[in-house]
Protein backbone atom coordinates (compact mmCIF):
# COMPACT_ATOMS: atom_id res chain seq x y z
CA UNK A 1 0.00 0.00 0.00
CA UNK A 2 1.01 3.17 -0.77
CA UNK A 3 2.27 5.73 2.04
CA UNK A 4 0.88 8.72 2.57
CA UNK A 5 3.56 10.70 1.73
CA UNK A 6 2.57 13.89 0.65
CA UNK A 7 0.68 14.03 4.72
CA UNK A 8 2.83 17.50 5.76
CA UNK A 9 1.57 19.25 2.57
CA UNK A 10 -0.77 21.85 4.22
CA UNK A 11 -4.29 21.23 3.72
CA UNK A 12 -6.39 23.36 0.78
CA UNK A 13 -9.94 24.35 0.54
CA UNK A 14 -10.68 24.39 3.96
CA UNK A 15 -9.59 20.73 4.95
CA UNK A 16 -12.03 17.33 5.43
CA UNK A 17 -14.72 19.70 6.30
CA UNK A 18 -14.30 22.11 3.08
CA UNK A 19 -13.97 18.98 1.25
CA UNK A 20 -17.41 17.40 2.52
CA UNK A 21 -18.98 20.38 1.76
CA UNK A 22 -17.65 21.20 -1.86
CA UNK A 23 -19.25 17.68 -2.86
CA UNK A 24 -22.10 18.98 -1.89
CA UNK A 25 -22.06 22.49 -2.99
CA UNK A 26 -20.55 22.04 -6.45
CA UNK A 27 -23.78 19.68 -7.62
CA UNK A 28 -26.46 21.22 -5.67
CA UNK A 29 -25.25 24.74 -7.69
CA UNK A 30 -24.82 22.79 -11.21
CA UNK A 31 -28.35 21.56 -10.59
CA UNK A 32 -29.57 25.06 -9.28
CA UNK A 33 -28.02 26.74 -12.39
CA UNK A 34 -29.91 24.34 -14.49
CA UNK A 35 -33.59 24.90 -12.79
CA UNK A 36 -33.12 28.31 -12.78
CA UNK A 37 -32.29 29.08 -15.93
CA UNK A 38 -35.52 27.57 -17.60
CA UNK A 39 -37.67 29.66 -15.17
CA UNK A 40 -39.27 32.60 -15.78
CA UNK A 41 -37.64 34.74 -13.46
CA UNK A 42 -34.03 33.22 -14.02
CA UNK A 43 -32.82 34.60 -10.87
CA UNK A 44 -29.36 33.75 -9.64
CA UNK A 45 -30.04 34.14 -6.01
CA UNK A 46 -33.78 33.01 -6.14
CA UNK A 47 -34.86 29.71 -5.08
CA UNK A 48 -35.40 27.30 -7.71
CA UNK A 49 -38.75 26.62 -9.52
CA UNK A 50 -39.12 23.29 -8.23
CA UNK A 51 -37.11 20.18 -6.76
CA UNK A 52 -37.21 17.21 -9.10
CA UNK A 53 -37.61 14.03 -8.07
CA UNK A 54 -35.74 11.25 -8.94
CA UNK A 55 -37.80 10.13 -11.62
CA UNK A 56 -36.87 13.26 -13.46
CA UNK A 57 -33.05 13.28 -13.02
CA UNK A 58 -32.42 9.26 -13.29
CA UNK A 59 -33.13 7.84 -16.37
CA UNK A 60 -31.33 4.90 -17.64
CA UNK A 61 -31.22 6.24 -21.25
CA UNK A 62 -29.33 9.20 -20.20
CA UNK A 63 -26.58 7.71 -18.46
CA UNK A 64 -26.63 4.97 -21.60
CA UNK A 65 -26.14 8.44 -24.04
CA UNK A 66 -23.57 9.71 -21.38
CA UNK A 67 -21.55 6.53 -21.49
CA UNK A 68 -21.75 6.35 -25.06
CA UNK A 69 -20.53 9.96 -25.37
CA UNK A 70 -17.21 9.14 -22.96
CA UNK A 71 -16.73 6.08 -25.25
CA UNK A 72 -16.87 8.00 -28.29
CA UNK A 73 -14.40 10.47 -26.52
CA UNK A 74 -12.57 7.56 -25.17
CA UNK A 75 -12.13 5.79 -28.52
CA UNK A 76 -11.44 9.35 -30.43
CA UNK A 77 -8.09 9.74 -27.57
CA UNK A 78 -6.93 6.52 -28.91
CA UNK A 79 -6.92 7.32 -32.38
CA UNK A 80 -3.23 7.48 -34.04
CA UNK A 81 -1.78 11.16 -33.05
CA UNK A 82 -0.37 13.72 -35.21
CA UNK A 83 2.48 13.67 -32.34
CA UNK A 84 3.40 12.48 -28.93
CA UNK A 85 4.45 15.17 -26.17
CA UNK A 86 6.60 14.31 -23.53
CA UNK A 87 5.21 15.87 -20.01
CA UNK A 88 7.25 17.55 -17.24
CA UNK A 89 9.99 15.72 -15.66
CA UNK A 90 8.26 13.65 -12.37
CA UNK A 91 9.69 12.35 -9.16
CA UNK A 92 11.28 9.87 -10.16
CA UNK A 93 13.18 11.70 -13.12
CA UNK A 94 10.91 10.14 -16.09
CA UNK A 95 8.29 11.58 -18.63
CA UNK A 96 5.14 10.26 -19.70
CA UNK A 97 4.03 10.35 -23.11
CA UNK A 98 0.96 12.32 -24.14
CA UNK A 99 -0.82 11.87 -27.83
CA UNK A 100 -1.13 14.84 -29.01
CA UNK A 101 -5.34 14.70 -31.66
CA UNK A 102 -7.57 16.56 -29.31
CA UNK A 103 -7.98 18.86 -32.09
CA UNK A 104 -8.46 16.03 -34.55
CA UNK A 105 -10.94 14.56 -32.03
CA UNK A 106 -12.92 18.18 -31.88
CA UNK A 107 -12.96 17.99 -35.86
CA UNK A 108 -13.94 14.13 -35.90
CA UNK A 109 -16.50 14.62 -33.22
CA UNK A 110 -17.73 17.72 -35.89
CA UNK A 111 -18.20 15.45 -38.53
CA UNK A 112 -19.99 12.81 -36.97
CA UNK A 113 -22.71 14.77 -35.39
CA UNK A 114 -22.87 16.49 -38.72
CA UNK A 115 -24.03 13.17 -40.38
CA UNK A 116 -25.42 12.31 -37.49
CA UNK A 117 -27.93 15.27 -37.63
CA UNK A 118 -28.29 14.99 -41.71
CA UNK A 119 -29.35 11.19 -40.36
CA UNK A 120 -32.11 12.67 -38.55
CA UNK A 121 -30.89 13.17 -34.68
CA UNK A 122 -33.28 15.21 -32.99
CA UNK A 123 -29.86 17.60 -31.35
CA UNK A 124 -32.22 20.27 -30.86
CA UNK A 125 -33.96 17.85 -28.30
CA UNK A 126 -30.98 18.24 -26.04
CA UNK A 127 -31.76 21.34 -23.92
CA UNK A 128 -34.59 19.17 -22.43
CA UNK A 129 -32.13 16.15 -21.63
CA UNK A 130 -29.94 18.65 -19.42
CA UNK A 131 -31.22 17.60 -16.18
CA UNK A 132 -30.64 13.71 -16.59
CA UNK A 133 -28.01 13.99 -18.13
CA UNK A 134 -26.15 15.86 -15.56
CA UNK A 135 -27.21 13.52 -13.13
CA UNK A 136 -25.92 10.58 -14.90
CA UNK A 137 -22.52 12.81 -15.36
CA UNK A 138 -22.14 13.30 -11.42
CA UNK A 139 -23.38 9.91 -10.53
CA UNK A 140 -20.38 8.54 -12.90
CA UNK A 141 -18.30 10.97 -11.54
CA UNK A 142 -18.42 9.64 -7.85
CA UNK A 143 -18.21 6.00 -9.23
CA UNK A 144 -15.28 6.65 -11.43
CA UNK A 145 -13.32 8.92 -7.92
CA UNK A 146 -13.88 5.85 -6.20
CA UNK A 147 -12.24 3.99 -8.80
CA UNK A 148 -9.47 6.75 -8.79
CA UNK A 149 -9.20 6.94 -4.65
CA UNK A 150 -8.78 2.83 -4.50
CA UNK A 151 -6.48 2.94 -7.57
CA UNK A 152 -3.67 4.79 -5.88
CA UNK A 153 -3.99 2.66 -2.91
CA UNK A 154 -1.69 0.39 -4.97
CA UNK A 155 -0.24 2.99 -6.72
CA UNK A 156 3.62 3.63 -5.92
CA UNK A 157 4.72 6.39 -3.38
CA UNK A 158 6.35 7.90 -6.27
CA UNK A 159 2.98 8.07 -8.10
CA UNK A 160 1.57 9.98 -5.52
CA UNK A 161 0.46 13.89 -5.87
CA UNK A 162 1.77 16.80 -3.40
CA UNK A 163 -1.53 17.11 -1.81
CA UNK A 164 -4.56 14.87 -1.39
CA UNK A 165 -2.44 12.44 0.86
CA UNK A 166 -3.12 13.55 4.05
CA UNK A 167 -4.26 10.41 5.32
CA UNK A 168 -7.91 11.86 5.92
CA UNK A 169 -10.42 9.56 3.32
CA UNK A 170 -12.84 12.40 2.15
CA UNK A 171 -10.40 14.99 1.78
CA UNK A 172 -7.88 12.72 0.05
CA UNK A 173 -11.10 11.73 -2.41
CA UNK A 174 -12.10 14.95 -2.77
CA UNK A 175 -8.15 16.46 -3.96
CA UNK A 176 -7.11 12.84 -6.03
CA UNK A 177 -4.16 11.01 -4.87
CA UNK A 178 -2.54 10.03 -7.70
CA UNK A 179 -1.07 12.56 -10.15
CA UNK A 180 -1.32 10.74 -13.28
CA UNK A 181 -3.54 8.08 -12.92
CA UNK A 182 -3.30 5.74 -16.35
CA UNK A 183 -4.44 2.22 -17.67
CA UNK A 184 -1.45 1.55 -19.86
CA UNK A 185 -1.30 4.20 -21.73
CA UNK A 186 -4.52 5.78 -21.16
CA UNK A 187 -4.26 8.86 -19.14
CA UNK A 188 -7.49 9.27 -16.97
CA UNK A 189 -6.34 13.17 -16.04
CA UNK A 190 -4.95 14.19 -19.48
CA UNK A 191 -8.25 12.61 -21.32
CA UNK A 192 -10.92 14.20 -18.74
CA UNK A 193 -9.22 18.08 -18.55
CA UNK A 194 -9.63 18.66 -22.68
CA UNK A 195 -12.54 15.95 -24.45
CA UNK A 196 -15.70 15.26 -22.74
CA UNK A 197 -16.62 18.37 -21.35
CA UNK A 198 -14.73 20.92 -23.46
CA UNK A 199 -16.21 19.02 -26.32
CA UNK A 200 -19.21 18.74 -24.82
CA UNK A 201 -19.69 22.05 -24.32
CA UNK A 202 -19.62 23.61 -27.53
CA UNK A 203 -21.88 20.75 -28.15
CA UNK A 204 -24.73 21.20 -25.92
CA UNK A 205 -24.55 25.09 -26.97
CA UNK A 206 -24.85 24.56 -30.50
CA UNK A 207 -27.88 22.08 -29.72
CA UNK A 208 -28.87 25.38 -27.72
CA UNK A 209 -28.29 27.59 -31.27
CA UNK A 210 -30.21 24.83 -32.55
CA UNK A 211 -33.36 24.89 -31.05
CA UNK A 212 -33.54 28.57 -30.92
CA UNK A 213 -33.36 28.06 -34.72
CA UNK A 214 -36.24 25.73 -34.86
CA UNK A 215 -38.19 27.86 -31.83
CA UNK A 216 -37.98 31.30 -33.40
CA UNK A 217 -36.84 30.81 -37.00
CA UNK A 218 -33.12 31.81 -37.27
CA UNK A 219 -30.60 31.48 -33.63
CA UNK A 220 -29.85 35.19 -32.36
CA UNK A 221 -27.35 37.37 -33.05
CA UNK A 222 -26.22 37.13 -29.02
CA UNK A 223 -26.55 33.21 -29.22
CA UNK A 224 -24.14 32.94 -32.48
CA UNK A 225 -21.60 35.23 -30.28
CA UNK A 226 -21.58 33.03 -27.12
CA UNK A 227 -21.33 30.18 -29.74
CA UNK A 228 -18.43 31.76 -31.61
CA UNK A 229 -16.56 33.24 -28.40
CA UNK A 230 -16.64 29.38 -26.61
CA UNK A 231 -16.05 28.04 -29.89
CA UNK A 232 -12.49 29.47 -30.58
CA UNK A 233 -12.10 29.10 -26.30
CA UNK A 234 -12.16 25.21 -26.88
CA UNK A 235 -11.07 25.00 -30.19
CA UNK A 236 -7.88 27.29 -29.02
CA UNK A 237 -7.25 24.41 -26.06
CA UNK A 238 -7.55 21.30 -28.38
CA UNK A 239 -4.99 23.59 -30.80
CA UNK A 240 -2.30 24.32 -28.01
CA UNK A 241 -3.11 20.87 -26.20
CA UNK A 242 0.25 20.21 -25.46
CA UNK A 243 0.24 23.47 -23.12
CA UNK A 244 -1.83 21.90 -20.80
CA UNK A 245 1.02 19.69 -19.74
CA UNK A 246 2.79 22.31 -17.59
CA UNK A 247 -0.80 23.73 -16.08
CA UNK A 248 -1.18 23.23 -12.44
CA UNK A 249 -4.02 20.55 -13.06
CA UNK A 250 -1.45 18.01 -14.95
CA UNK A 251 1.81 18.80 -13.06
CA UNK A 252 0.73 19.16 -9.04
CA UNK A 253 -2.97 18.55 -8.54
CA UNK A 254 -4.26 14.70 -7.70
CA UNK A 255 -6.64 13.47 -9.88
CA UNK A 256 -10.05 12.87 -7.75
CA UNK A 257 -13.31 14.08 -6.88
CA UNK A 258 -12.75 17.85 -7.85
CA UNK A 259 -11.03 17.60 -10.90
CA UNK A 260 -12.97 14.63 -12.14
CA UNK A 261 -16.52 16.51 -11.90
CA UNK A 262 -15.18 19.94 -12.73
CA UNK A 263 -13.99 18.39 -16.34
CA UNK A 264 -17.38 16.02 -16.91
CA UNK A 265 -19.86 17.62 -15.35
CA UNK A 266 -19.08 21.41 -14.20
CA UNK A 267 -17.64 22.42 -17.20
CA UNK A 268 -20.09 21.52 -19.86
CA UNK A 269 -23.45 21.65 -17.95
CA UNK A 270 -22.51 24.97 -16.27
CA UNK A 271 -19.95 26.82 -18.62
CA UNK A 272 -23.15 26.26 -21.21
CA UNK A 273 -25.37 28.62 -19.19
CA UNK A 274 -25.08 31.44 -21.38
CA UNK A 275 -26.47 29.61 -24.56
CA UNK A 276 -28.47 27.80 -22.34
CA UNK A 277 -30.08 31.35 -20.96
CA UNK A 278 -30.67 32.94 -24.30
CA UNK A 279 -32.81 30.10 -25.52
CA UNK A 280 -34.96 30.44 -22.61
CA UNK A 281 -35.04 34.24 -22.27
CA UNK A 282 -33.77 35.83 -26.11
CA UNK A 283 -32.19 39.56 -25.52
CA UNK A 284 -32.35 41.82 -28.30
CA UNK A 285 -28.39 43.03 -29.85
CA UNK A 286 -27.87 45.59 -32.16
CA UNK A 287 -24.57 45.62 -34.62
CA UNK A 288 -22.80 48.32 -32.76
CA UNK A 289 -23.12 47.26 -29.13
CA UNK A 290 -22.11 43.33 -30.74
CA UNK A 291 -19.32 44.81 -32.28
CA UNK A 292 -17.93 46.18 -29.19
CA UNK A 293 -18.82 43.06 -27.39
CA UNK A 294 -16.61 40.90 -30.09
CA UNK A 295 -13.73 43.86 -29.41
CA UNK A 296 -13.65 43.35 -25.99
CA UNK A 297 -13.47 39.32 -26.88
CA UNK A 298 -10.56 39.90 -28.93
CA UNK A 299 -8.44 41.94 -26.64
CA UNK A 300 -9.27 39.10 -23.85
CA UNK A 301 -8.05 36.17 -26.34
CA UNK A 302 -5.10 38.08 -27.13
CA UNK A 303 -3.92 38.64 -24.09
CA UNK A 304 -4.87 35.51 -22.89
CA UNK A 305 -3.31 33.43 -25.90
CA UNK A 306 -0.51 35.85 -26.13
CA UNK A 307 0.52 35.40 -22.44
CA UNK A 308 0.18 31.51 -22.34
CA UNK A 309 2.32 31.12 -25.77
CA UNK A 310 5.26 33.18 -24.45
CA UNK A 311 5.80 31.16 -21.39
CA UNK A 312 5.03 27.98 -22.92
CA UNK A 313 7.24 29.18 -26.17
CA UNK A 314 10.16 30.15 -23.26
CA UNK A 315 9.58 26.95 -21.18
CA UNK A 316 10.66 24.78 -24.05
CA UNK A 317 13.38 26.84 -25.58
CA UNK A 318 14.33 29.75 -23.90
CA UNK A 319 16.70 30.83 -26.85
CA UNK A 320 14.03 31.15 -29.28
CA UNK A 321 14.26 33.72 -31.29
CA UNK A 322 10.51 34.98 -30.36
CA UNK A 323 11.69 35.21 -25.96
CA UNK A 324 15.10 35.40 -26.08
CA UNK A 325 15.34 39.68 -25.90
CA UNK A 326 12.98 38.95 -23.06
CA UNK A 327 14.37 39.99 -19.62
CA UNK A 328 14.93 37.12 -17.31
CA UNK A 329 15.36 36.41 -13.42
CA UNK A 330 17.65 33.22 -12.21
CA UNK A 331 16.40 30.93 -10.14
CA UNK A 332 18.37 27.95 -7.57
CA UNK A 333 16.66 25.61 -9.56
CA UNK A 334 18.36 26.64 -13.10
CA UNK A 335 14.97 27.98 -14.78
CA UNK A 336 14.19 31.35 -15.32
CA UNK A 337 11.00 33.63 -14.52
CA UNK A 338 10.33 36.17 -17.64
CA UNK A 339 10.16 39.90 -16.11
CA UNK A 340 9.27 41.44 -19.17
CA UNK A 341 6.57 40.98 -22.24
CA UNK A 342 3.58 39.75 -20.84
CA UNK A 343 5.06 37.97 -17.35
CA UNK A 344 6.38 41.73 -16.76
CA UNK A 345 2.52 43.25 -17.23
CA UNK A 346 1.48 41.37 -13.80
CA UNK A 347 2.29 38.16 -12.32
CA UNK A 348 -0.83 36.23 -14.68
CA UNK A 349 -1.52 38.23 -17.58
CA UNK A 350 -3.14 35.03 -18.81
CA UNK A 351 -5.56 34.87 -16.07
CA UNK A 352 -6.67 38.97 -16.73
CA UNK A 353 -7.31 37.43 -20.64
CA UNK A 354 -9.45 35.03 -19.37
CA UNK A 355 -11.28 37.15 -17.66
CA UNK A 356 -11.85 40.15 -20.06
CA UNK A 357 -12.81 36.94 -22.38
CA UNK A 358 -15.35 35.80 -19.51
CA UNK A 359 -16.98 39.63 -19.39
CA UNK A 360 -17.16 39.10 -23.33
CA UNK A 361 -19.07 35.45 -22.84
CA UNK A 362 -22.24 37.08 -20.40
CA UNK A 363 -22.38 40.49 -22.40
CA UNK A 364 -24.58 38.86 -24.90
CA UNK A 365 -26.96 38.17 -22.50
CA UNK A 366 -28.06 41.92 -21.50
CA UNK A 367 -28.03 43.35 -18.24
CA UNK A 368 -31.30 42.58 -16.66
CA UNK A 369 -30.36 39.35 -15.06
CA UNK A 370 -27.10 38.11 -12.53
CA UNK A 371 -27.61 34.54 -13.82
CA UNK A 372 -25.45 34.68 -17.35
CA UNK A 373 -22.70 36.72 -15.23
CA UNK A 374 -22.58 33.28 -12.78
CA UNK A 375 -19.68 32.48 -15.08
CA UNK A 376 -17.55 35.75 -14.23
CA UNK A 377 -17.86 35.67 -10.80
CA UNK A 378 -17.42 32.05 -10.10
CA UNK A 379 -14.64 32.26 -12.79
CA UNK A 380 -12.84 35.50 -10.80
CA UNK A 381 -13.14 33.43 -7.53
CA UNK A 382 -11.63 30.23 -9.00
CA UNK A 383 -8.67 32.35 -10.43
CA UNK A 384 -8.17 34.52 -7.49
CA UNK A 385 -7.65 30.84 -5.52
CA UNK A 386 -5.98 29.29 -7.97
CA UNK A 387 -3.31 32.65 -8.20
CA UNK A 388 -2.49 32.39 -4.23
CA UNK A 389 -2.11 28.84 -4.56
CA UNK A 390 0.39 28.99 -7.86
CA UNK A 391 1.77 31.35 -5.54
CA UNK A 392 2.89 29.58 -2.82
CA UNK A 393 4.00 26.82 -5.22
CA UNK A 394 6.47 29.21 -7.02
CA UNK A 395 7.84 30.39 -3.43
CA UNK A 396 8.27 27.25 -2.82
CA UNK A 397 10.04 26.46 -5.84
CA UNK A 398 12.03 29.60 -6.77
CA UNK A 399 12.25 31.47 -3.14
CA UNK A 400 14.29 34.32 -3.02
CA UNK A 401 13.82 34.52 -7.04
CA UNK A 402 10.29 34.86 -6.12
CA UNK A 403 10.64 37.61 -4.15
CA UNK A 404 12.29 39.58 -6.45
CA UNK A 405 10.08 38.80 -9.32
CA UNK A 406 7.30 39.68 -7.01
CA UNK A 407 8.78 43.09 -6.14
CA UNK A 408 9.59 43.60 -9.69
CA UNK A 409 6.16 42.86 -11.00
CA UNK A 410 3.93 43.66 -8.02
CA UNK A 411 0.73 43.48 -9.39
CA UNK A 412 -1.07 39.86 -9.67
CA UNK A 413 -4.03 39.65 -12.41
CA UNK A 414 -4.63 43.67 -12.80
CA UNK A 415 -2.00 46.01 -13.65
CA UNK A 416 -2.76 48.44 -10.52
CA UNK A 417 -5.42 47.19 -8.97
CA UNK A 418 -4.68 43.67 -7.93
N1 LIG B 1 -11.66 28.26 -18.08
C1 LIG B 1 -11.34 27.73 -16.93
O1 LIG B 1 -12.19 27.25 -16.20
C2 LIG B 1 -9.95 27.77 -16.45
C3 LIG B 1 -8.94 28.29 -17.23
N2 LIG B 1 -7.67 28.35 -16.76
C4 LIG B 1 -6.65 28.90 -17.64
O2 LIG B 1 -5.65 27.96 -17.77
C5 LIG B 1 -4.41 28.58 -18.09
C6 LIG B 1 -3.29 27.94 -17.28
O3 LIG B 1 -3.41 28.36 -15.93
P1 LIG B 1 -2.60 27.74 -14.69
O4 LIG B 1 -2.31 26.31 -14.92
O5 LIG B 1 -3.34 28.12 -13.48
O6 LIG B 1 -1.28 28.51 -14.59
P2 LIG B 1 -0.25 29.25 -15.51
O7 LIG B 1 -0.31 28.84 -16.94
O8 LIG B 1 -0.36 30.69 -15.21
O9 LIG B 1 1.09 28.68 -14.96
C7 LIG B 1 1.64 29.04 -13.72
C8 LIG B 1 3.08 28.59 -13.78
O10 LIG B 1 3.79 29.37 -14.72
C9 LIG B 1 5.15 29.47 -14.34
N3 LIG B 1 5.44 30.88 -14.22
C10 LIG B 1 4.87 31.79 -13.40
N4 LIG B 1 5.41 33.01 -13.57
C11 LIG B 1 6.33 32.87 -14.53
C12 LIG B 1 7.24 33.78 -15.16
N5 LIG B 1 7.30 35.05 -14.82
N6 LIG B 1 8.07 33.30 -16.10
C13 LIG B 1 8.03 31.99 -16.46
N7 LIG B 1 7.21 31.09 -15.89
C14 LIG B 1 6.36 31.53 -14.95
C15 LIG B 1 5.28 28.75 -13.01
O11 LIG B 1 5.60 27.39 -13.27
P3 LIG B 1 7.07 26.87 -13.73
O12 LIG B 1 8.02 27.92 -13.33
O13 LIG B 1 7.23 25.57 -13.01
O14 LIG B 1 6.99 26.69 -15.21
C16 LIG B 1 3.86 28.77 -12.49
O15 LIG B 1 3.63 27.71 -11.60
C17 LIG B 1 -4.61 30.06 -17.81
O16 LIG B 1 -4.72 30.76 -19.01
C18 LIG B 1 -5.93 30.13 -17.07
O17 LIG B 1 -6.59 31.33 -17.33
C19 LIG B 1 -7.35 27.90 -15.51
C20 LIG B 1 -8.31 27.39 -14.71
C21 LIG B 1 -9.68 27.27 -15.11
C1 LIG C 1 -15.60 23.43 -9.76
C2 LIG C 1 -14.36 23.17 -9.01
C3 LIG C 1 -14.28 23.98 -7.75
C4 LIG C 1 -13.13 23.42 -9.74
C5 LIG C 1 -13.07 22.74 -11.06
C6 LIG C 1 -12.10 23.44 -11.88
C7 LIG C 1 -12.09 22.96 -13.30
C8 LIG C 1 -13.45 23.13 -13.93
C9 LIG C 1 -11.02 23.76 -14.05
C10 LIG C 1 -9.63 23.60 -13.40
C11 LIG C 1 -8.70 23.96 -14.48
C12 LIG C 1 -9.33 23.90 -15.67
C13 LIG C 1 -8.80 24.24 -16.94
C14 LIG C 1 -9.61 24.32 -18.05
C15 LIG C 1 -11.07 24.04 -17.93
C16 LIG C 1 -11.59 24.14 -16.52
C17 LIG C 1 -10.73 23.40 -15.51
C18 LIG C 1 -10.78 21.92 -15.77
C19 LIG C 1 -9.04 24.53 -19.44
C20 LIG C 1 -8.99 23.14 -20.05
C21 LIG C 1 -9.98 25.43 -20.28
C22 LIG C 1 -9.39 25.74 -21.63
C23 LIG C 1 -8.07 26.49 -21.48
O1 LIG C 1 -7.52 26.88 -22.72
C24 LIG C 1 -7.03 25.66 -20.70
C25 LIG C 1 -5.82 26.55 -20.46
C26 LIG C 1 -6.54 24.48 -21.53
C27 LIG C 1 -7.68 25.26 -19.34
C28 LIG C 1 -6.76 24.48 -18.41
C29 LIG C 1 -7.33 24.53 -17.01
Same mark, same amino acid.
Not at 155 to 168: I, K
Given at each position: MASPQGSRAPLEFGGPLGAAALMLLLPATMFHLLLVVRSGPARLLGPPPYLPGLQVLWSPRMLLLWLTWLGLQAALYLLPARKVAEGQELKDKSRLLYPINGFQALMLTALLVGLAVLAGLPLGALPEMLLPLAFAATFTTFIFSLFLYLKALV &? =????? &? =???????PIYDFFLGRELNPRVWSFDFKYFCELRPGLIGWVLINLAMLMQEAELRGSPSLAMWLVNGFQLLYVGDALWHEEAVLTTMDITHDGFGFMLAFGDLAWVPFTYSLQAQFLLHHPQPLGLPVASVICLINAVGYYIFRGANSQKNTFRKNPSDPRVADLETIPTATGRQLLVSGWWGMVRHPNYLGDLIMALAWSLPCGVSHLLPYFYLLYFTALLVHREARDEQQCLQKYGLAWHEYCRRVPYRILPYIY
Open positions: &A =PASAL &A =PGGNSGN
